[in-house]
């Protein structure tokens, strides 16, 4: 699935997974609004939050780092910062072992 994404700026890419309890734009509105002056700031929706809607969520963790894939090559971004918290840092651990 290809995630909802808002996207700020422009340069070098950085990806932030909100936690399990907010959005791509309810997260890091700080660290945005710092970095999106020299970085191109990509804030997704994960899977079943905000404007990434989805009621399957039985392989939930599996799907989400999917859907983390597809979505920057759907943007054609080949490398990234990315930054994550809880729910985030998790779903960063599956794309790093993975």
Do not use: W
Request: a negative charge; glycine letters at 10%; aromatic letters at 10%.
């Amino acid at each position: 699935m290809i995630l909802h994404r808002t996207i700020f700026g422009d340069g070098e890419p950085i990806v932030f997974l909100h936690t399990g309890l907010e959005t791509g734009l309810s997260d890091f509105e700080f660290q945005r609004d710092y970095f999106k002056e020299h970085y191109k700031i990509i804030c997704p929706d994960l899977r079943g939050h905000g404007k990434s809607v989805c009621d399957d969520v039985s392989n939930f963790f599996e799907d989400s780092v999917e859907d983390l894939i597809a979505t920057l090559e759907d943007l054609a971004i080949e490398a990234a910062h990315i930054v994550g918290c809880s729910l985030g840092a998790s779903l960063l651990n599956g794309i790093l072992s993975g």
